[in-house]
Protein backbone atom coordinates (compact mmCIF):
# COMPACT_ATOMS: atom_id res chain seq x y z
CA UNK A 1 0.00 0.00 0.00
CA UNK A 2 1.68 3.02 -1.37
CA UNK A 3 1.37 5.91 1.68
CA UNK A 4 1.08 9.67 0.88
CA UNK A 5 2.78 12.44 3.06
CA UNK A 6 1.68 16.02 2.82
CA UNK A 7 2.51 18.61 4.94
CA UNK A 8 -0.20 20.68 6.93
CA UNK A 9 1.52 23.43 6.01
CA UNK A 10 0.06 23.99 2.97
CA UNK A 11 1.46 27.82 2.27
CA UNK A 12 5.21 25.99 2.14
CA UNK A 13 6.68 27.28 -1.69
CA UNK A 14 9.61 24.70 -1.86
CA UNK A 15 9.94 25.39 -5.54
CA UNK A 16 9.48 29.45 -4.89
CA UNK A 17 6.42 31.96 -4.80
CA UNK A 18 4.34 33.34 -7.18
CA UNK A 19 1.21 30.53 -7.28
CA UNK A 20 1.60 26.83 -8.33
CA UNK A 21 4.79 26.38 -10.79
CA UNK A 22 3.99 23.80 -13.60
CA UNK A 23 5.30 20.86 -12.11
CA UNK A 24 2.12 21.18 -9.92
CA UNK A 25 -0.34 20.47 -12.61
CA UNK A 26 -2.10 17.58 -12.08
CA UNK A 27 -0.47 17.18 -8.73
CA UNK A 28 -3.69 17.66 -7.05
CA UNK A 29 -5.99 14.75 -9.62
CA UNK A 30 -2.92 12.44 -8.12
CA UNK A 31 -3.53 13.46 -4.00
CA UNK A 32 -7.07 13.09 -4.51
CA UNK A 33 -6.97 9.35 -5.99
CA UNK A 34 -4.42 8.81 -3.47
CA UNK A 35 -6.64 9.93 -0.67
CA UNK A 36 -9.53 8.28 -2.40
CA UNK A 37 -11.47 11.07 -2.39
CA UNK A 38 -14.24 11.15 -5.42
CA UNK A 39 -15.45 13.92 -7.95
CA UNK A 40 -15.54 12.88 -10.95
CA UNK A 41 -19.47 12.10 -10.47
CA UNK A 42 -22.15 14.70 -11.42
CA UNK A 43 -24.43 15.15 -8.27
CA UNK A 44 -27.39 17.42 -7.73
CA UNK A 45 -27.11 19.85 -5.40
CA UNK A 46 -30.62 20.03 -4.24
CA UNK A 47 -31.79 20.14 -0.75
CA UNK A 48 -32.14 16.72 0.73
CA UNK A 49 -33.94 17.59 4.19
CA UNK A 50 -36.00 20.90 3.80
CA UNK A 51 -34.48 22.42 7.33
CA UNK A 52 -31.26 20.82 8.86
CA UNK A 53 -33.25 20.05 12.25
CA UNK A 54 -34.93 17.28 14.11
CA UNK A 55 -38.04 19.12 12.31
CA UNK A 56 -36.58 18.34 8.99
CA UNK A 57 -35.80 14.52 10.14
CA UNK A 58 -39.37 14.40 11.52
CA UNK A 59 -40.95 15.15 7.93
CA UNK A 60 -38.52 13.08 5.99
CA UNK A 61 -39.51 10.24 8.15
CA UNK A 62 -43.25 11.33 8.19
CA UNK A 63 -43.08 11.80 4.25
CA UNK A 64 -43.06 7.92 3.11
CA UNK A 65 -39.77 8.35 1.64
CA UNK A 66 -37.68 6.48 4.62
CA UNK A 67 -37.80 2.84 4.41
CA UNK A 68 -34.91 1.13 5.25
CA UNK A 69 -33.30 2.87 8.68
CA UNK A 70 -29.63 2.29 8.97
CA UNK A 71 -28.39 2.73 13.14
CA UNK A 72 -24.78 2.62 13.67
CA UNK A 73 -24.21 2.79 16.91
CA UNK A 74 -21.50 3.25 19.89
CA UNK A 75 -20.50 2.67 23.53
CA UNK A 76 -22.50 6.27 23.92
CA UNK A 77 -25.94 4.30 23.51
CA UNK A 78 -24.82 2.30 26.73
CA UNK A 79 -23.49 4.90 29.48
CA UNK A 80 -26.55 4.75 30.76
CA UNK A 81 -26.91 1.63 31.76
CA UNK A 82 -23.75 1.81 34.13
CA UNK A 83 -21.21 -0.03 32.01
CA UNK A 84 -18.08 1.36 33.21
CA UNK A 85 -15.85 2.81 30.48
CA UNK A 86 -12.49 1.97 29.03
CA UNK A 87 -10.76 4.78 29.34
CA UNK A 88 -11.24 7.43 32.50
CA UNK A 89 -8.13 7.82 34.18
CA UNK A 90 -7.86 6.16 37.41
CA UNK A 91 -11.16 4.63 37.07
CA UNK A 92 -11.31 3.28 33.83
CA UNK A 93 -11.44 -0.85 33.07
CA UNK A 94 -7.99 -0.33 31.13
CA UNK A 95 -6.43 1.70 34.47
CA UNK A 96 -8.07 -0.78 36.83
CA UNK A 97 -7.23 -4.24 35.38
CA UNK A 98 -3.72 -2.38 34.18
CA UNK A 99 -2.77 -1.98 38.24
CA UNK A 100 -4.30 -5.20 39.49
CA UNK A 101 -2.36 -7.27 36.77
CA UNK A 102 0.94 -4.53 36.19
CA UNK A 103 0.59 -4.50 32.62
CA UNK A 104 2.42 -2.17 30.70
CA UNK A 105 0.05 -1.43 28.21
CA UNK A 106 -3.51 -2.03 28.82
CA UNK A 107 -4.51 -2.62 25.50
CA UNK A 108 -2.64 -6.04 25.94
CA UNK A 109 -5.90 -7.40 27.04
CA UNK A 110 -7.12 -7.70 23.68
CA UNK A 111 -4.11 -8.76 22.20
CA UNK A 112 -3.89 -12.45 21.29
CA UNK A 113 -0.49 -13.40 22.03
CA UNK A 114 -0.66 -12.04 25.43
CA UNK A 115 -4.28 -13.74 25.61
CA UNK A 116 -2.27 -17.11 25.30
CA UNK A 117 0.17 -16.46 27.32
CA UNK A 118 -2.30 -15.04 30.03
CA UNK A 119 -6.00 -14.90 29.74
CA UNK A 120 -6.54 -13.73 33.81
CA UNK A 121 -6.89 -10.06 32.90
CA UNK A 122 -8.95 -10.34 30.08
CA UNK A 123 -11.62 -12.71 31.72
CA UNK A 124 -11.36 -10.28 34.84
CA UNK A 125 -12.53 -7.56 32.28
CA UNK A 126 -15.11 -9.87 30.57
CA UNK A 127 -16.52 -10.17 34.19
CA UNK A 128 -17.33 -6.49 35.23
CA UNK A 129 -19.07 -6.45 31.27
CA UNK A 130 -20.77 -9.14 31.27
CA UNK A 131 -24.26 -8.70 29.19
CA UNK A 132 -26.29 -9.71 32.00
CA UNK A 133 -25.36 -7.66 34.71
CA UNK A 134 -26.79 -4.35 32.97
CA UNK A 135 -30.17 -3.67 31.15
CA UNK A 136 -30.43 -1.54 27.85
CA UNK A 137 -30.76 1.68 28.11
CA UNK A 138 -33.53 3.88 26.24
CA UNK A 139 -31.77 4.06 22.85
CA UNK A 140 -31.79 0.22 22.55
CA UNK A 141 -35.24 0.56 23.04
CA UNK A 142 -35.62 2.88 19.97
CA UNK A 143 -33.79 0.85 18.09
CA UNK A 144 -36.42 -2.03 18.67
CA UNK A 145 -39.10 0.96 18.35
CA UNK A 146 -37.44 1.52 14.91
CA UNK A 147 -38.16 -2.43 14.11
CA UNK A 148 -41.52 -2.64 15.00
CA UNK A 149 -42.32 0.15 12.91
CA UNK A 150 -41.25 -1.77 9.73
CA UNK A 151 -38.30 0.90 9.74
CA UNK A 152 -35.11 -0.68 11.19
CA UNK A 153 -32.81 -2.01 8.13
CA UNK A 154 -30.13 -3.33 10.48
CA UNK A 155 -28.57 -2.24 13.56
CA UNK A 156 -24.95 -1.93 13.34
CA UNK A 157 -23.09 -1.68 16.78
CA UNK A 158 -19.14 -1.46 17.69
CA UNK A 159 -20.19 -2.55 21.40
CA UNK A 160 -19.62 -6.08 22.98
CA UNK A 161 -22.25 -5.58 25.95
CA UNK A 162 -25.36 -7.32 23.92
CA UNK A 163 -27.89 -4.92 24.63
CA UNK A 164 -29.52 -4.78 21.97
CA UNK A 165 -30.32 -8.52 22.49
CA UNK A 166 -31.64 -7.60 25.49
CA UNK A 167 -33.70 -5.13 24.02
CA UNK A 168 -35.08 -8.06 21.94
CA UNK A 169 -34.10 -6.82 18.93
CA UNK A 170 -33.61 -9.48 16.37
CA UNK A 171 -30.30 -11.33 15.91
CA UNK A 172 -30.85 -10.93 12.02
CA UNK A 173 -31.15 -7.35 12.12
CA UNK A 174 -27.90 -7.04 14.59
CA UNK A 175 -24.55 -6.81 13.22
CA UNK A 176 -21.75 -6.71 16.08
CA UNK A 177 -18.97 -5.14 14.31
CA UNK A 178 -16.57 -6.02 16.97
CA UNK A 179 -18.01 -9.43 18.34
CA UNK A 180 -19.85 -11.14 20.83
CA UNK A 181 -19.74 -12.46 24.54
CA UNK A 182 -22.97 -14.74 23.21
CA UNK A 183 -21.06 -17.00 21.09
CA UNK A 184 -17.56 -18.56 22.31
CA UNK A 185 -15.01 -20.88 20.35
CA UNK A 186 -11.64 -22.90 21.01
CA UNK A 187 -8.92 -20.69 19.84
CA UNK A 188 -7.30 -23.69 18.17
CA UNK A 189 -8.15 -23.63 14.66
CA UNK A 190 -8.07 -27.27 14.47
CA UNK A 191 -10.88 -27.58 16.99
CA UNK A 192 -12.68 -24.25 16.86
CA UNK A 193 -15.52 -26.13 18.94
CA UNK A 194 -18.41 -24.01 19.36
CA UNK A 195 -19.81 -23.44 23.06
CA UNK A 196 -22.83 -21.96 24.69
CA UNK A 197 -23.41 -18.25 26.11
CA UNK A 198 -24.27 -20.11 29.25
CA UNK A 199 -21.20 -22.30 29.26
CA UNK A 200 -18.84 -19.31 29.21
CA UNK A 201 -21.21 -17.38 31.90
CA UNK A 202 -20.74 -20.35 34.21
CA UNK A 203 -16.65 -19.86 34.16
CA UNK A 204 -15.78 -16.26 33.52
CA UNK A 205 -18.80 -15.71 36.71
CA UNK A 206 -16.76 -18.18 38.99
CA UNK A 207 -13.38 -16.66 37.91
CA UNK A 208 -12.68 -20.32 36.22
CA UNK A 209 -10.39 -19.70 32.76
CA UNK A 210 -12.80 -21.50 30.19
CA UNK A 211 -10.93 -24.70 28.92
CA UNK A 212 -11.57 -26.25 25.88
CA UNK A 213 -12.92 -29.71 27.16
CA UNK A 214 -12.33 -32.03 23.57
CA UNK A 215 -8.66 -30.34 23.04
CA UNK A 216 -7.79 -28.85 26.82
CA UNK A 217 -6.83 -25.57 24.71
CA UNK A 218 -8.14 -21.97 25.83
CA UNK A 219 -11.83 -21.26 24.83
CA UNK A 220 -12.71 -17.34 24.32
CA UNK A 221 -15.72 -15.22 23.40
CA UNK A 222 -15.96 -14.01 19.94
CA UNK A 223 -15.20 -10.88 20.74
CA UNK A 224 -12.78 -9.27 18.05
CA UNK A 225 -9.37 -9.21 19.29
CA UNK A 226 -6.53 -6.33 18.07
CA UNK A 227 -5.41 -7.57 15.07
CA UNK A 228 -8.23 -10.33 14.16
CA UNK A 229 -10.71 -10.08 11.16
CA UNK A 230 -13.86 -8.46 12.11
CA UNK A 231 -16.79 -11.16 11.71
CA UNK A 232 -17.29 -12.61 8.57
CA UNK A 233 -21.48 -10.77 8.93
CA UNK A 234 -20.22 -7.61 8.91
CA UNK A 235 -18.77 -7.33 5.52
CA UNK A 236 -21.50 -9.73 3.70
CA UNK A 237 -24.09 -7.38 5.30
CA UNK A 238 -22.32 -3.96 4.78
CA UNK A 239 -21.93 -4.83 1.15
CA UNK A 240 -25.70 -5.39 0.75
CA UNK A 241 -27.14 -3.29 3.26
CA UNK A 242 -26.09 0.86 2.46
CA UNK A 243 -26.94 0.97 -0.95
CA UNK A 244 -30.71 0.65 0.43
CA UNK A 245 -30.74 3.01 3.33
CA UNK A 246 -32.39 6.11 3.31
CA UNK A 247 -31.65 7.52 6.63
CA UNK A 248 -28.73 6.68 8.62
CA UNK A 249 -29.05 7.40 12.33
CA UNK A 250 -25.55 7.38 13.81
CA UNK A 251 -25.62 7.42 17.91
CA UNK A 252 -22.84 7.51 20.35
CA UNK A 253 -19.84 6.89 18.47
CA UNK A 254 -16.37 9.06 17.88
CA UNK A 255 -16.49 7.89 14.64
CA UNK A 256 -12.42 7.13 14.79
CA UNK A 257 -12.41 3.51 14.65
CA UNK A 258 -12.04 1.79 11.00
CA UNK A 259 -13.29 0.03 9.17
CA UNK A 260 -16.43 0.76 11.46
CA UNK A 261 -16.46 4.31 10.85
CA UNK A 262 -15.86 4.57 7.13
CA UNK A 263 -19.41 2.98 6.60
CA UNK A 264 -20.78 6.66 7.12
CA UNK A 265 -19.83 7.17 3.38
CA UNK A 266 -21.22 4.14 1.96
CA UNK A 267 -25.15 5.22 1.79
CA UNK A 268 -26.03 7.28 -1.75
CA UNK A 269 -25.47 10.82 -2.00
CA UNK A 270 -29.03 11.45 -0.97
CA UNK A 271 -29.27 9.80 2.14
CA UNK A 272 -30.14 11.98 4.97
CA UNK A 273 -27.64 11.58 8.13
CA UNK A 274 -28.41 12.01 11.92
CA UNK A 275 -25.61 12.27 14.59
CA UNK A 276 -27.06 11.82 17.90
CA UNK A 277 -23.80 12.78 20.25
CA UNK A 278 -22.55 14.65 22.83
CA UNK A 279 -20.60 16.77 20.28
CA UNK A 280 -19.89 16.48 16.17
CA UNK A 281 -17.57 13.88 14.99
CA UNK A 282 -16.86 12.54 11.31
CA UNK A 283 -16.33 15.74 9.86
CA UNK A 284 -15.30 15.44 6.42
CA UNK A 285 -12.57 16.07 4.20
CA UNK A 286 -13.96 19.45 2.65
CA UNK A 287 -11.22 21.46 4.78
CA UNK A 288 -8.52 19.55 3.18
CA UNK A 289 -9.87 19.83 -0.55
CA UNK A 290 -9.99 23.47 -0.31
CA UNK A 291 -6.44 23.41 0.92
CA UNK A 292 -5.30 21.88 -1.95
CA UNK A 293 -7.24 23.56 -4.17
CA UNK A 294 -5.83 26.76 -2.76
CA UNK A 295 -2.34 25.73 -3.07
CA UNK A 296 -2.20 23.41 -6.72
CA UNK A 297 -4.94 24.72 -8.37
CA UNK A 298 -8.16 23.41 -10.22
CA UNK A 299 -7.16 20.67 -12.88
CA UNK A 300 -9.89 20.14 -15.98
CA UNK A 301 -10.51 16.90 -15.12
CA UNK A 302 -12.05 17.51 -11.62
CA UNK A 303 -15.41 18.99 -11.14
CA UNK A 304 -14.95 21.21 -8.16
CA UNK A 305 -18.68 21.67 -7.28
CA UNK A 306 -18.82 17.72 -7.52
CA UNK A 307 -15.76 17.00 -5.84
CA UNK A 308 -16.86 19.42 -2.73
CA UNK A 309 -20.61 17.63 -2.37
CA UNK A 310 -18.68 14.21 -2.42
CA UNK A 311 -16.30 14.95 -0.29
CA UNK A 312 -15.86 12.58 2.75
CA UNK A 313 -17.64 12.27 6.11
CA UNK A 314 -20.22 14.39 7.68
CA UNK A 315 -21.09 17.72 6.93
CA UNK A 316 -22.92 20.27 9.40
CA UNK A 317 -23.00 23.22 6.66
CA UNK A 318 -23.80 21.37 3.69
CA UNK A 319 -26.52 23.98 2.09
CA UNK A 320 -28.07 21.15 0.97
CA UNK A 321 -29.05 20.09 4.97
CA UNK A 322 -28.42 16.53 4.32
CA UNK A 323 -26.55 16.08 7.83
CA UNK A 324 -28.22 16.57 10.96
CA UNK A 325 -26.46 16.72 14.68
CA UNK A 326 -28.82 16.55 17.59
CA UNK A 327 -25.86 16.93 20.08
CA UNK A 328 -26.51 15.79 23.52
CA UNK A 329 -26.97 12.71 25.46
CA UNK A 330 -28.20 9.46 23.53
CA UNK A 331 -31.18 8.32 25.85
CA UNK A 332 -32.05 12.28 25.35
CA UNK A 333 -31.99 12.57 21.89
CA UNK A 334 -33.81 9.23 20.56
CA UNK A 335 -36.62 10.71 23.34
CA UNK A 336 -36.84 13.83 21.61
CA UNK A 337 -36.56 12.48 17.96
CA UNK A 338 -39.63 10.00 19.36
CA UNK A 339 -41.33 13.13 21.00
CA UNK A 340 -41.21 14.75 17.91
CA UNK A 341 -42.79 11.37 15.90
CA UNK A 342 -45.37 11.09 17.95
CA UNK A 343 -43.67 7.72 19.25
CA UNK A 344 -42.89 8.38 23.10
CA UNK A 345 -45.88 6.65 24.26
CA UNK A 346 -44.98 3.70 22.47
CA UNK A 347 -40.90 4.05 23.20
CA UNK A 348 -42.31 3.99 26.70
CA UNK A 349 -44.69 0.72 26.45
CA UNK A 350 -41.36 -1.39 24.55
CA UNK A 351 -39.12 -0.24 27.48
CA UNK A 352 -41.98 -0.98 30.54
CA UNK A 353 -42.46 -4.44 29.04
CA UNK A 354 -38.24 -5.21 28.36
CA UNK A 355 -37.92 -3.88 32.40
CA UNK A 356 -41.07 -6.57 33.47
CA UNK A 357 -39.66 -9.19 31.45
CA UNK A 358 -36.23 -8.90 33.08
CA UNK A 359 -37.57 -8.52 36.41
CA UNK A 360 -39.67 -11.90 36.18
CA UNK A 361 -36.30 -13.22 34.67
CA UNK A 362 -34.40 -12.18 38.06
CA UNK A 363 -37.13 -13.69 40.48
CA UNK A 364 -36.71 -17.00 38.73
CA UNK A 365 -33.29 -16.93 38.97
CA UNK A 366 -33.49 -16.20 42.44
CA UNK A 367 -33.27 -19.41 44.71
CA UNK A 368 -36.63 -20.74 45.86
CA UNK A 369 -36.78 -21.09 50.16
CA UNK A 370 -37.01 -24.78 50.88
CA UNK A 371 -40.89 -25.46 52.50
CA UNK A 372 -40.24 -26.37 56.09
CA UNK A 373 -42.04 -29.56 57.00
CA UNK A 374 -44.91 -29.25 59.54
CA UNK A 375 -43.97 -30.58 63.04
CA UNK A 376 -45.96 -33.18 64.91
CA UNK A 377 -47.64 -31.77 67.75
CA UNK A 378 -46.04 -32.78 71.29
CA UNK A 379 -48.69 -33.03 74.27
CA UNK A 380 -48.02 -30.59 76.52
CA UNK A 381 -46.85 -32.01 80.20
CA UNK A 382 -50.30 -30.35 81.98
CA UNK A 383 -52.20 -32.19 79.10
CA UNK A 384 -49.89 -35.23 79.70
CA UNK A 385 -50.29 -35.40 83.51
CA UNK A 386 -54.27 -34.98 83.31
CA UNK A 387 -54.79 -38.20 81.33
CA UNK A 388 -53.15 -40.13 84.06
Known amino acids: MGVVLISTNLDDEPCGSGGAPENHRGILGTLLRHLHIGGMAEESGEKILDERSID ?18 GAGISTAAGIPDFRSPGSGLYDNVTAKYQLPDPQLIFEIGFFRQNPRPFFSLSKELFPEAFDPTLSHHFVKLLHEKGLLLRHYTQNIDGLERKAEVPTEQIVEAHGTFYTSHCIEQTCHTEYSFQWIKEKIMTDEIPICEKCESLVKPDIVFFGEALPMKFFMCAE ?62 IDITSLLLNSRGLNFEDKRNRDVALLGDCDEGVLKLAQALGWSEDLMRIREKQLGTQKQQDQAQQPQPTPQQPQSQQPSPSSSSSQL
Open 240 to 301: QDFDQCDLLIIMGTSLVVQPFASLVDRVPPNCPRLLINREKVGYNNAGLIAALLERFGGDED
Open 56 to 73: GIKRYIESGRCKNVIVMA
